[in-house]
Every structure is written in structure tokens, then in C-alpha cells.
């Protein structure tokens, strides 16, 4: 890993969400159910699956564990070289890579990026490298959050900004997604929100603006 991509990178510099900890796996998350419903049985990779500091994997949330249980085979790739080492030690399969731009010389059925998309900086590399990677009738699973979301809203109104994580670089909606998309021979066919609290799932909104993120599915145009 370069120093140039390595300072993006805050790795276990972010504490990890201890009281998400648990043996159990949360497979009715609604990130976790969107992928698992496309990725049984299925050849999967998992990008960015470090999922900030590699101590999460013992969260129920943690989408790699999630997927481990119910794949054919299971690859990840992550930048965070040192969260790689540490999950590779307890037994993953994952390789230190950069998602902007891989080269892995096989195919997939099923290529998830996790609440990734909003970390990059070179759209293009990212979604190509995807597409190469995908089989004929693969599939590209996306979830990032939803820029419309009701606290995000507010916070823009109170605030005139919103807080963030540290490493995001951009917002997209599903429209934008669908335009950035196209570009690279590649096709949104699927969309829909999800959040995990119980609040906002309640909420007397419609669901683009009560829900915290959106989930994608994504062909090849060909």
C-alpha cells in the first residue's frame, strides 16, 4: 500500500462498535439481508470488507462474516493493509487491494461493495475494475447512505452542513447512481432504502426520506 493511499485510511484509528459485539449475526439487518439474498449459494467478492477497524469483525453487523455463512466461495479486498494481515490471521480470505483499481484475473457471480462507494475518489477505476470482474449474468451489490435522509435533511436546515465520517468523499442518490453507471457499460436494475433503526422505519416519511441508506443492484449492460 502507497503512502499516497495509506493517509486516506484511518483504520484502527476509528474505535471499533463494541457494543454491537456478539457471537450472533444479524441477518435480519437490512444491509445484511439485501446481500445475503442475492449471494447464497454464489462465487463472492467482497470489497472493502475491513469495514473500517478490523476489531469489527466481531460485531453482528459485520457484512464479511455474514456472507462466509452463506457463499460458495468467499474472497475480500480491502487498502487497510494491516486490518487484512489481522483478519487473515484468524482465517478470512481476504487480500490487501485497491478498489479503484484490481486486477484479480478471475469472475464472480456477485461483487458486493458495502458502504463503499462514498469512500472513493476514482469512480471509474472503481465501477471498470467491477465490471471486469463480473460474470456474464453477475451482479454488482451496492449499499451507501441515503443523502436524503430525514437527519441528514434537518442537520443541512439547522446546521447548513452534516456531519460525516472522515474518510467520505461524496453523496450519491440512486438517480446520480444510475447516470454514473451507464457510463461504464453497466445497468441499474434494482433499488431500495433500508435503515436499521426502529425510528426511522416508523417515521410518518416516505421512504426516500426516512430511511438512512439505499441498496443497489447493478448488471452489465451486455
Given at each position: 500500500m502507497t503512502n499516497q493511499s495509506s493517509r486516506w485510511i484511518l483504520g484502527d484509528k476509528l474505535s471499533p462498535n463494541t457494543k454491537d459485539f456478539?457471537?450472533?449475526?444479524?441477518?435480519?439487518?437490512?444491509?445484511?439481508?439485501?446481500?445475503?439474498?442475492?449471494?447464497?449459494?454464489?462465487?463472492?467478492?467482497?470489497?472493502?470488507?475491513?469495514?473500517?477497524?478490523?476489531?469489527?469483525?466481531?460485531?453482528?453487523?459485520?457484512?464479511?462474516?455474514?456472507?462466509?455463512?452463506?457463499?460458495?466461495?468467499?474472497?475480500?479486498?480491502?487498502?487497510?493493509?494491516e486490518g487484512v494481515e489481522y483478519l487473515r490471521k484468524i482465517g478470512y480470505h481476504i487480500n490487501v487491494g485497491n478498489a479503484e483499481d484490481f486486477d484479480l484475473g478471475k469472475q464472480y457471480d456477485v461483487i458486493v461493495a458495502g458502504d463503499l462507494i462514498e469512500h472513493l475518489g476514482d469512480l471509474q477505476g472503481f465501477l471498470t475494475s467491477c465490471r471486469s470482474h463480473l460474470r456474464p449474468n453477475g451482479k454488482l451489490l451496492l449499499s451507501t447512505p441515503n443523502p436524503w435522509y430525514w437527519r441528514n435533511v434537518v442537520k443541512s436546515l439547522?446546521?447548513?452542513?452534516?456531519?460525516?465520517?472522515?474518510?467520505?468523499?461524496?453523496?450519491?442518490?440512486?438517480?446520480?447512481?444510475?447516470?454514473?453507471?451507464?457510463?461504464?457499460?453497466?445497468?441499474?436494475?434494482?433499488?431500495?432504502?433500508?435503515?436499521?433503526?426502529?425510528?426511522d422505519r416508523l417515521m410518518p416519511l416516505p421512504k426516500g426520506l426516512k430511511h438512512a441508506g439505499f441498496h443497489a443492484v447493478i448488471v452489465r449492460s451486455d
Open positions: 456478539s457471537e450472533k449475526i444479524a441477518f435480519n439487518d437490512h444491509k445484511i439481508r439485501f446481500a445475503v439474498e442475492h449471494c447464497r449459494g454464489k462465487d463472492v467478492l467482497d470489497l472493502g470488507c475491513v469495514q473500517h477497524n478490523p476489531e469489527n469483525y466481531k460485531s453482528r453487523f459485520w457484512l464479511h462474516k455474514a456472507l462466509s455463512e452463506v457463499t460458495k466461495t468467499l474472497e475480500g479486498l480491502d487498502l487497510y493493509e439547522l446546521f447548513g452542513e452534516v456531519s460525516n465520517n472522515p474518510e467520505h468523499t461524496l453523496w450519491v442518490c440512486p438517480v446520480t447512481l444510475s447516470h454514473l453507471v451507464s457510463r461504464c457499460d453497466l445497468q441499474l436494475v434494482q433499488w431500495h432504502f433500508g435503515s436499521r433503526y426502529l425510528r
